[in-house]
């Protein structure tokens, strides 16, 4: 059971290249995230979908799109990459909407120059 | 608006030691508050609570939540090394924007 798997684990881009993070949870969750994580700043929600075919924003979502397809992934995509998009990107799912805790993802940590 | 507030931001403490971390909230709809550990890598799940007085326990680790005052505590007894990370509260509610708000976190360091 590998729970949730993000790919890639690392990535450099130069500002203006586009990249796509990729989401896979095998858990058969319904609600999936798109989270940031910046030193100070915590974790801020960026997208995230209640279920497949379904996205809306959270917090910071300029600069990402994003795409639930099929129930089992979730694409975030950088179609401009920004140096402040330099962060470490986590993808959770669970099952339920409120009374149920996040299952993450190792991370992505991405490096915008 | 809504927001989580953890202090100390970071504690340094001898192997043995007890500690307490806090995490307060102000929020319009609050369903439960949940506390993470995070090391390296992921953040993995402690404790959920959803109800006032209720001591959730795992081992040298317990957690209560007072939800007049709009506070949770996470006690670690008998410190380990291991103990070290950054421990996040979070807190679920009935709003629009996802499920969760988290805060900054505390970053514990254990030494030997």
């Known amino acids: 059971n590998a729970g949730v798997t993000q790919t890639p684990k690392f990535r450099v881009l130069k500002t203006g290249q586009s990249m796509t993070l990729l989401c896979a949870q095998d858990?058969?969750?319904?609600?999936m995230y798109w989270y940031r994580q910046d030193p100070g700043m915590g974790l801020r929600l960026i997208h995230y979908s209640v279920g497949e075919g379904t996205t809306a924003k959270g917090e910071v979502p300029d600069g990402y799109n994003v795409s639930r397809l099929k129930k089992q992934n979730f694409l975030l995509g950088l179609e401009s990459a920004a140096p402040s998009q330099t962060s470490v990107y986590f993808c959770?799912?669970?099952?339920?909407?409120?009374?149920?805790?996040?299952?993450f993802g190792n991370g992505t940590r991405l490096t915008v120059t | 608006e809504d927001k989580v507030v953890q202090s100390p931001l970071s504690l340094v403490v001898h192997e043995g030691d007890t500690v307490t971390l806090n995490c307060s909230y102000e929020?319009?709809?609050?369903?439960?508050l949940l506390w993470y550990k995070q090391e390296k890598k992921a953040p993995t799940f402690l404790f959920m609570l959803?109800?006032?007085?209720i001591e959730k326990k795992s081992g040298r680790l317990s957690s209560i939540l007072d939800k007049k005052e709009l506070f949770s505590i996470l006690n670690i007894t008998a410190t380990q090394t291991g103990d070290s990370a950054v421990y996040l509260c979070a807190m679920n509610y009935g709003g629009s924007q996802g499920n969760l708000i988290f805060g900054k976190g505390t970053k514990l360091s254990v030494k030997p």
């Open positions: 959803t109800s006032s007085g």
């Open positions: 858990m058969n969750h319904e609600y």
């Open positions: 959770a799912s669970t099952w339920g909407q409120y009374n149920s805790p996040l299952h």
């Open positions: 929020v319009t709809n609050f369903r439960s």
